[in-house]
């Protein structure tokens, strides 16, 4: 009677693996090596297993072995950007990525590191993790990437413009999507256009500022250079570039910054000067993060989709882990479609501006 009731409860339920090794008399984990063809087990041994896993028809739960598989691997996110709206976007995305994958996502922030400081810290991840996800700027560091390089540590780097043989990018074109939003202003018939850059430690800012500067030249607009300011994709650099640029005794009747949080900067500088944003001054910004929506009025900018660019680099960086156990290696170059947004910040200027 005792045996039939133990057949019927096996049969209602899945065999563990502590049932095999307790009729083979060893470990859970000997069950575990010869299930997964570890070469290192006696044959008398192998054999005990295996005749204990047919005679208890066990079947290894694949799933479950993948699932442990993955959240054993630890892919770190480390940045340094000032924005915090741009750092809430890539959070989003590499939290749903890592959520997909079943893998457990490392944050941590390098903030006050310096270059020597920066490559310690990529020396000392490069031993406790299988891959790293690096936003700008850390991905223009090549003292980071080399550290990360050598250590045999999978990169994707996220919006930068430089493309090498180490790592891979995820990011949009950034000469294209500026030249796109400068030619939105000059088609409304703006000619003095103001510019406030990018952080100069970023290949994305030059990109963005080439292409400001090549559809002025297509336009056959002259540039000039006192309508150009230098910023450092902050709100308090946005508000230092665009006092000066409104200073000017005859301002821009168009100012281009080339992230939200400097627009959302040259919206509070204008409204504080008494300007009606757009009718006396039209701002766009660069980014479409959550600083684009919550200025009034609303920024039209470009839409560079920071969450789903951090989700496909999660993606990638799972993939690359894979194929690095199988000793294959891969480089991608991964370009996102951007979107030129059109809300109220901008106009036609004024007759005679």
């Known amino acids: 009677m005792a045996t039939t009731s133990k057949s019927a409860r096996r049969k209602g339920r899945a065999v563990t693996i502590h049932e095999v090794a307790a ?3 060893v470990s859970p984990m ?3 090596r010869v299930i997964n063809g570890n070469a290192n087990v006696r044959p008398e041994t ?3 297993v295996m005749r204990a896993v047919r005679e208890l028809g066990y079947t290894p739960n694949l799933a479950a072995r993948s699932l442990a598989a993955a959240q054993g691997t630890r892919i770190a996110l480390i940045y340094t950007n000032p924005s915090g709206a741009y750092l809430s976007e890539l959070l989003v995305g590499a939290l749903r990525g890592a959520a997909r994958s079943a893998v457990q996502l490392v944050v941590d922030s390098w903030d006050g590191l310096n270059a020597e400081a920066e490559r310690a810290a990529a020396r000392a991840l490069g031993r406790s993790v299988a891959g790293v996800l690096l936003p ?12 990360l390089v ?10 930068s413009a430089r493309f090498g043989d180490d790592v891979s990018h995820v990011r949009i074109d950034d000469f294209r999507a500026s030249r796109e939003i400068t030619e939105h202003l000059i088609a409304l018939g703006h000619t003095r256009i103001g510019y406030i850059k990018g952080h100069p430690n970023q290949t994305a800012s030059a990109r963005r500022y080439e292409g400001f500067q090549a559809a002025l030249a297509a336009a056959g607009i002259a540039q000039d250079s006192g309508l150009v300011q230098q910023g450092y994709f902050t709100y308090r650099s946005g508000l230092e570039a665009a006092e000066k640029l409104l200073s000017r005794k ?5 100012i281009f910054a080339s992230n939200d949080d400097m627009a959302a900067a040259v ?6 000067r008494g300007l009606d944003v757009p009718r006396d001054l039209s701002v766009v910004g660069y980014d479409d993060t959550s600083a684009a929506t919550t200025v009034w009025p609303e920024l039209t900018t470009v839409r560079q989709p920071i969450a789903a660019m951090a989700d496909s680099a999660m993606d990638i960086l799972v993939r690359a882990i894979n194929r690095r156990e199988k000793d294959v290696h891969m480089v991608v170059d991964h370009v996102v479609a951007h979107e030129l947004v059109k809300r109220d910040s901008v106009a036609p200027p004024v007759a005679g501006s």
């Open 23 to 25: 009729a083979a008399a």
């Open 30 to 32: 000997t069950v575990s």
């Open 46 to 48: 192998r054999e005990q």
């Open 136 to 147: 700008p700027p850390l991905c223009e560091s090549k003292g980071v990437v080399a550290e």
């Open 150 to 159: 050598a250590a045999d540590v999978p990169v994707v780097a996220l919006a």
């Open 250 to 254: 005859k301002p821009p009747t168009a």
């Open 267 to 272: 919206v509070s500088v204008a409204h504080r």
